[in-house]
């Protein structure tokens, strides 16, 4: 025993430093995606990312000299190669009390102390190797009555990995943006990208597509757009020179000549100038505003402000300024009004964000409002809350009061501000008609 223990104990020493990492990008999502595609550890791809989920890595295994129980080793290091394994073994002090030496062997040596009962070895040794990740901190006995699975050779089975042309859909959208989180080259890399998660990656996105319809807004039907196109909106006539709308997917040589020359390629009538654009993100052509803002008169004194001052009105937070107006009005007045005095209606980052603004309007409201309702940038458009002057959807984990359903197919949000303490309630979606005073912001430049 004491020869074997030697060898053993030697071994460890020399094999205790770490191996070059290798690490999934993140393994809760290599495990959702070996849930869609049960042939992941035989997919290049994939199993880049997924290299110890795949087994293509050295195993990690506690390393302790002596303890008493296996139990109670917790250090943890990642063997030298692939031709390794994790190994537990009885060995004695100078006194004679029995411990446990656990650590990473070869698999030879493995073989040779640990090797199966009806074959004939020179010691016998209480001890055990088993071959995955984080196995050994268990006694001997227990290791050895766990069968070893054997090692699965790769799958035959051919799979096409090339995503659906009609389809602009992750593999698993929790895994996709797992592994984003994660690392930044994931969308570098055109198997993943093209093929796992191409809707993350903006390999393709769905833009709404209809015909002749008297509101952007009405569309509720989808199509996919590859790459070198783009969604678009377009304002034109109908058969009978009815003003109507016309969404969806079109070529980007075609939305370019659009932009330069709207009418060179739409045409006229009876003098109707024709308008629209283009935009390349999901579902993004839902407003025809984002390209032909409501117009307003010019103000005789234009908006200049640098970036030390604010508009006249305004209050100086961070790196914005806030303005709340004294007259109550509808969310679409209100995007007016804040258009009219150099900024537009507030959006914020997080809920954090929207408790720091209104923090900041709390010393300034010379008792001009009390614990009063405050339209935001939110909007409910399509099924979905964003922020209207970009788009972009708002992270409904940090306002949870904005529900994913909606008594209208249009809701807007507004927010309380107390003048006597800093907290805030949530963002609260209402009807955008109701009357609240407008939030202005006005980005100092």
């Known amino acids: 025993m004491f020869e074997a223990n030697q060898v053993l104990i030697f071994a460890s020493f020399v094999l205790g430093s770490l191996a070059a990492v290798c ?48 139990s109670n080793c917790t250090h943890l290091v990642a063997c030298p190669s692939m031709d390794h394994y994790c190994f537990t073994t009885q060995t004695f002090t100078n006194d004679f009390s029995e411990v446990y030496k656990m650590g990473c062997a070869e698999k030879s040596k493995c073989q040779q102390y640990f090797g199966p009962e009806n074959r004939k070895r020179n010691v016998d040794v209480n001890g055990a190797c088993c071959t995955t990740d984080n196995c050994n901190n268990q006694l001997p006995l227990v290791i050895l009555s766990q069968e070893i699975p054997p090692t699965p050779s790769p799958s ?18 929790v895994a996709c943006h797992r592994l ?23 390999k393709c996105f769905n833009c709404y597509t209809c015909n002749d319809i008297n509101n952007v807004d009405d569309c509720n039907s989808t199509n996919v757009c590859h790459s070198g196109h783009e969604c678009f909106t377009l304002e034109t006539l109908s058969a009978d ?56 008169h010019k103000p005789t004194n234009p908006c200049v402000h640098n970036h030390r001052h604010c508009p006249t ?4 937070s961070s790196s914005t300024c806030v303005m709340i107006g004294q007259h109550k009005m509808t969310w679409y007045e209100s995007k007016q009004f804040c258009a009219s005095h150099c900024g537009r209606l507030v959006d914020f980052s997080s809920f954090h964000d929207m408790q720091h603004i209104f923090a900041s309007l709390v010393p300034h409201s010379h008792g001009h409002y009390t614990d009063t309702r405050v339209w935001t940038d939110a909007h409910y458009v399509h099924h979905k809350w ?48 109701k009357d609240h005073l407008p939030l202005c912001e006005a980005i100092r430049t």
């Not at 393994?27 to 992941?40: H, Y």
């Not at 035959?156 to 959208?173: K, R």
């Not at 708002?394 to 107390?418: E, K, P």
């Open 386 to 433: 964003i922020w209207n002057h970009n788009g972009q959807s708002i992270d409904r984990s940090q306002f949870r009061h904005l529900s994913t359903t909606h008594t209208n197919n249009h809701g807007c949000g507004f927010a309380v501000v107390h003048t006597n303490k800093t907290t805030t309630e949530d963002l609260i979606p209402t009807d955008c008609t």
């Open 313 to 316: 009105g305004y209050t100086t």
């Open 241 to 296: 020179l009815k003003p109507v709308y016309r969404v969806g997917c079109i070529e980007e040589q075609l939305c370019a000549r659009f932009k330069a020359s709207t009418a060179n390629i739409f045409g006229r009538r009876d003098g109707f100038a024709l308008k629209g654009g283009c935009c390349k993100t999901d579902l993004c052509n839902d407003q025809f505003e984002k390209y032909h803002p409501t117009t307003t």
């Open 156 to 173: 035959n089975m051919s799979v096409n990995t090339t995503a659906d042309p009609n389809a602009c859909e992750n593999l698993d959208d």
């Open 180 to 202: 984003k989180s994660s690392s930044n080259l994931i969308c570098s890399k055109d198997g993943l990208s093209s093929n796992i998660c191409p809707r993350m990656c903006g």
């Open 23 to 70: 690490e999934d990008v993140d393994t809760k999502a290599c495990e959702l995606l070996a849930i869609k595609r049960p042939d992941l550890c035989s997919d290049a791809d994939l199993s880049a990312v997924c290299t110890r989920f795949c087994g293509r890595c050295p195993v990690k295994c506690y390393q302790c000299p002596a303890v008493d129980d296996p």
